[in-house]
């Protein structure tokens, strides 16, 4: 089992930037493919960056250009730097963390996910 909490969501204005953290522990030493998936009200979840266990990286073209993905392998913790927030990018961040080495995008190769945090970006 992992478990992943969430941090660093909050009200911004558009154009401003933040940093979400995931944390992850429980038996972290296996291999773990990790993502950033969003939920809007009224909407699905959608995926929007991954980082494989090889560090490769990958992104919805919505957030491509904007947002970045890294993590810290010593310190079991996974961020999401999101600069240039826009309106459309209100919503509910989810981390999520699935078994495996390669890079994935959809939500049924992560078993693994977080309580979420809000992001609000007002206009």
């Known amino acids: 089992q992992v478990q992943l909490v969430e941090s660093g969501g909050g009200l911004v204005q558009a154009g401003g930037s933040l940093r979400l953290s995931c944390a992850a522990s429980g038996r972290t030493g296996s291999t773990y493919r990790m993502g950033w998936f969003r939920q809007a009200p009224g909407k699905e979840r959608e995926f929007v960056a991954a980082v494989s266990w090889g560090a490769d990286t990958g992104y919805a073209d919505s957030v491509r250009g904007r947002f970045t993905i890294s993590k810290d392998n010593a310190k079991n913790t996974v961020y999401l730097q999101m600069l240039s927030l826009k309106p459309e990018d209100t919503a509910v961040y989810y981390c999520?963390?699935?078994?495996?080495?390669?890079?994935?995008?959809?939500?049924?190769?992560?078993?693994?996910w977080g309580q979420g945090t809000q992001v609000t970006v007002s206009p």
């Open positions: 999520a963390a699935g078994l495996g080495i390669s890079l994935q995008r959809g939500a049924g190769a992560y078993a693994y």
